[in-house]
Every structure is written in structure tokens, then in C-alpha cells.
């Protein structure tokens, strides 16, 4: 089976934009997590989805959103960026919940300049 | 919400040694798991522990749920074992499960 891919790999950005990043789960599992990973704050909860729901979120600002499609791939979206935006973002499927083994796809580096 | 602390911080082995590293926790969990970053950023699952012991190769993870800390033992260990070590929990009793992440512990093996 393939694993979690995420695409871009890496994304520079300047203050204001917006940015969106991507995440497909491997084959059959519908849940899926999001991560931002900077190293101040270390590994933080975005959010997560199932069914093209979102379940839970984690305490970021609303410029962070996100979705889910019917075949379980999964975008978030970045609005305003500043520069405090700069971080590694992973992605992470289960089967149903984060309650089961997770599986992280390589990670998105974005940086705000 | 959970704490999650895990030590030594950083640590330096040479090339054969053996290791533990720990992860406490400050409430009860559904779920465990331990993960290594390698330098490029992906973090591979190395166990997923809520308790008892498992082993994997030169891997072993053991879980006390009820006294809140788990272990990782690295034996004969690699130039490859190098990277950061994370522990991630998820608490019981709360509705919407997500991961919480430790710190993490930074491994550096000498060849």
C-alpha cells in the first residue's frame, strides 16, 4: 500500500497570502489529522476529519481551515499568512480514529518570508 | 489538558550502546504511541503501546498505564537510530480523540 503523501513538499510564501496544502491517506483509511510542527511549540493538534467532517480542532485562529473530500484526501487552507506561519505541516490517516495507529505522510515545510 | 514529559533531553550514544528513554504522562490514556523523526522531518511509527510491552528488532516499548509512563529501549543501537524520539498520547474521557505530543528526545549515535 502507499503511504500518506503530501504535496508541495516545500512552499515559500510571503506575509498576506494564502496557502493551501494537501494530503491524500493511505488506501482506505478515513481518518485524517492534521500537525503543525515548529520548534518553539513542538508538534500541535490543527485538526481532524472523518466522512468529510471535521471531528475536532485544535486551538489555532480561524485563518486555519480545512476539509475533507469524499475520497477521504484532505486540504488545509492558510489565510493571511504571517510569519509565525513558518513550520513543518503533517499530515497523519487512521482507519476510523486517531485512536489507532497513525501514519504521518512526509510533511509540508512552509516558509513565510 | 494531558502533560507529556519526556527526558533525557538529548542524548549521545556510541555506536553499540543500549538506551531507555521515558515518557510521563499526567493523566490516563486510550492510547500510546511512540514515533522517531528522522532529519528530513518523517515521522515513522514505531509502536502504538496504551499498555503492556512489545518488542520490534532492537525495539522494545513497555507501557505502566496505571503508574502513567512508558519506556523505549534501544539496544545495539545505529548511526540510523539517530533522530528525535516522540511519545503521543491521547487521554481517556475525552470525547474527539487527537494526539498529544511530548518534546521529544534528540538522539544522536556516534559511529
Known amino acids: 500500500k502507499a503511504g500518506v503523501t503530501q504535496t508541495p513538499r516545500y512552499l515559500i510564501k510571503t506575509r498576506g497570502q494564502q496557502v493551501t496544502l494537501s494530503c491524500s491517506p493511505i488506501s482506505g483509511h478515513r481518518s485524517v489529522s492534521w500537525y503543525q510542527q515548529t520548534p518553539g511549540q513542538g508538534l500541535q493538534f490543527l485538526f481532524e476529519?472523518?466522512?468529510?467532517?471535521?471531528?475536532n480542532k485544535g486551538n489555532f485562529p480561524g485563518r486555519f481551515s480545512g476539509r475533507q473530500f469524499s475520497n477521504s484526501r484532505s486540504e488545509m487552507n492558510v489565510s493571511t499568512l504571517e510569519l509565525g506561519d513558518s513550520a513543518l505541516y503533517l499530515c497523519?490517516?487512521?482507519?476510523?480514529?486517531?485512536?489507532?495507529?497513525?501514519?504521518f505522510g512526509p510533511g509540508t515545510r512552509l516558509l513565510v518570508l | 489538558g494531558i502533560q507529556v514529559e519526556q527526558s533525557p533531553p538529548d542524548l549521545i550514544l556510541q555506536e553499540g550502546a543500549n538506551s531507555t528513554l521515558r515518557c510521563n504522562f499526567s493523566d490516563s490514556v486510550n492510547n500510546l504511541q511512540w514515533f522517531h523523526q528522522n532529519p528530513w522531518g518523517q515521522l515513522i511509527n514505531l509502536f502504538y503501546?496504551?499498555?503492556g510491552t512489545k518488542q520490534n528488532g532492537r525495539l522494545s516499548a513497555t507501557t505502566v498505564a496505571t503508574e502513567r509512563y512508558s519506556l523505549l529501549y534501544i539496544s545495539s543501537s545505529q548511526t540510523t537510530d539517530s533522530g528525535v524520539y516522540f511519545c503521543a498520547v491521547d487521554p481517556t474521557g475525552v470525547a474527539n480523540s487527537k494526539l498529544t505530543f511530548g518534546k521529544g528526545i534528540t538522539l544522536s549515535v556516534r559511529p
Open positions: 503501546i496504551p499498555s
Open positions: 497523519a490517516s487512521s482507519l476510523w480514529t486517531p485512536r489507532e495507529t497513525q501514519y
Open positions: 476529519y472523518f466522512s468529510e467532517t471535521q471531528r
